[in-house]
C-alpha cells in the first residue's frame, strides 16, 4: 500500500482530534434553516419569500479518509439533512468505529441514530446501486479518484456533485517575492502531498526562472518530492528528468512535481487551461494588475494570491469542515460546509388572490 494512501488511513491522536475539533465548530455555527434570503411584494398583493431547507438524503460515497465520516456526518446533521455513508474496505473498521460514535450520540440527543448510516457493503456492486437510488436520494457527493468519479459518470441516476481531482498549480510570476515564493511552492507541495488541494505542478516566469528554479529544486528536493520539467526547466536544471503531456495532466497525490517556464501571465493562464482540473490555482506576485487578471481569467473553484493552495478547505474557510470540495459549477463550486448543503423553496402568502 502506497505511503500516501496509509497517510490518508491513519487516524492518530492528533487526527482524531481534529475531528472532534470539527464537529464542535460545526456544531457552534448558526443554524443554516428556515432563513429568508429574499422576500418582495407583486402588484396583485401576493408576499414571495425564498427560504432556506435542507436538500434531504445526502450520499457520499468515499475513498481513504475515515474523517469524512466525522465531517459528513456533523455537517448533514446541522443543516437537517441525512447521511448516507458509503467508504472503501481500507478503511471500513475506522468507519464503522466512527459511525456508532455518531450514531450513539444521537441517541443520547434524543434524535434518530438514523440520521447517519453506513453503508457496510463495500463492493462495487453496492456503489453503484447507491448512485441509483433516484426517488430515495436526493443528492450524492463522490470523493474519490478518477476510477469513481468515472463511474458515477456512468452510472449515476441520482443528482450529484463532483468532488473532482486536484490538478493544482502555483505560478511564480516575473514581480514575485522569490522568499515568499519559495516558502508557498514548498508549503503547497510537500506539506501534505496525499490530499487534493496541494500543487501538482509550478509554473515559473521565464524572468525569474534562471535564479528561481534552483532554489525551489534544492528546498523541495531536501523535503523528498522528484521533480520532472519540461525543456525550457531543463536546460536550467542539469540532470533534471523530462516531464510527459502525461505528468502536467496528472494529479500525483505524492511526492512528485512537474516544472515548466512560461514567458509571461499569458502563458501560465493557457498552460493552466490546458491541464488544470478546476479546484485550485495560485499566483505569487506583487504586481496588482497581474494577480486580478489571472483571479479574473483563471477558471478554477478557487484561486489564492501569495498563498498555498493548501488553504482551500472548509475548515480553513471557516465553515467548520467540509463535505467535498466541488469542482464543478452547479449547484455548488469549492469546499462545501453548511450552506451548500441546503437548498431553497419559494413560499407564497396570499389573502384569497386566484389567476385570470
Same mark, same amino acid.
Given at each position: ?43 396583485? @398583493? %401576493? ?67 438514523? $440520521? ?23 443528492? %450524492? ?11 458515477? %459518470? ?13 490538478? $493544482? ?69 542539469? @540532470? %533534471? ?30 498552460? /493552466? ?10 499566483? /505569487? ?28 478547505? @472548509? ?42
Amino acid at each position: 500500500m502506497a505511503a500516501t494512501v496509509v497517510d490518508r488511513l491513519r487516524l492518530d491522536e492528533g487526527r482524531i482530534h481534529a475531528m472532534a475539533e470539527g464537529l464542535e465548530s460545526v456544531a457552534a455555527h448558526p443554524d443554516p434553516l428556515g432563513g429568508v434570503t429574499s422576500g418582495w411584494t407583486r402588484p396583485n @398583493g %401576493l408576499r414571495i419569500s425564498q427560504v432556506v431547507v435542507p436538500l434531504g438524503v445526502v450520499a457520499v460515497i468515499y475513498e481513504n479518509r475515515p474523517n469524512v465520516t466525522a465531517d459528513a456526518g456533523g455537517l448533514c446533521l446541522k443543516s437537517g439533512n441525512a447521511a448516507l455513508l458509503r467508504g472503501s474496505s481500507a478503511a471500513i473498521a475506522s468507519n464503522q468505529a466512527i459511525a456508532q460514535c455518531l450514531r450513539d450520540g444521537l441517541s443520547k440527543a434524543g434524535l434518530p441514530e438514523d $440520521c447517519v448510516l453506513l453503508v457496510e457493503d463495500t463492493s462495487r456492486e453496492s456503489a453503484v446501486e447507491l448512485m441509483r437510488l433516484r426517488g430515495l436520494v436526493d443528492c %450524492l457527493i463522490p470523493r474519490g479518484g478518477t476510477d469513481l468519479i468515472e463511474t458515477v %459518470l456512468e452510472h449515476a441516476t441520482v443528482p450529484f456533485v463532483i468532488d473532482g481531482d486536484g490538478n $493544482c498549480h502555483v505560478y511564480v510570476d516575473a514581480a514575485a517575492d522569490l522568499d515568499m515564493a519559495l516558502a508557498i511552492t514548498v508549503n503547497a507541495k510537500a506539506q501534505r502531498p496525499s490530499v487534493c488541494n496541494s500543487a501538482e505542478s509550478l509554473l515559473v516566469h521565464a524572468k525569474v526562472a534562471e535564479e528561481f528554479l534552483p532554489r525551489a529544486r534544492a528546498a523541495l528536493e531536501a523535503k523528498g518530492v522528484e521533480l520532472v520539467g519540461d525543456e525550457r526547466t531543463r536546460q536550467i536544471l542539469d @540532470g %533534471l528528468a523530462e516531464a510527459s503531456e502525461a505528468d502536467f495532466a496528472t494529479e500525483f497525490l505524492d511526492l512528485k512535481m512537474s516544472l515548466a517556464v512560461v514567458d509571461d501571465l499569458q502563458g501560465a493562464i493557457d498552460h /493552466i487551461t490546458r491541464f488544470g482540473s478546476g479546484h485550485t490555482e495560485a499566483i /505569487i506576485t506583487a504586481d496588482l494588475k497581474a494577480a486580478e487578471r489571472f483571479a479574473r481569467e483563471v477558471d478554477a473553484a478557487a484561486v489564492m494570491v501569495n498563498a498555498s493552495t493548501r488553504f482551500t478547505d @472548509g475548515e480553513q474557510f471557516g465553515f467548520g469542515a467540509e463535505i467535498g470540495i466541488s469542482t464543478q459549477k452547479l449547484h455548488a463550486r469549492g469546499p462545501m460546509g453548511l450552506k451548500q448543503l441546503t437548498t431553497l423553496k419559494y413560499v407564497v402568502h396570499g389573502d384569497g388572490q386566484t389567476r385570470t
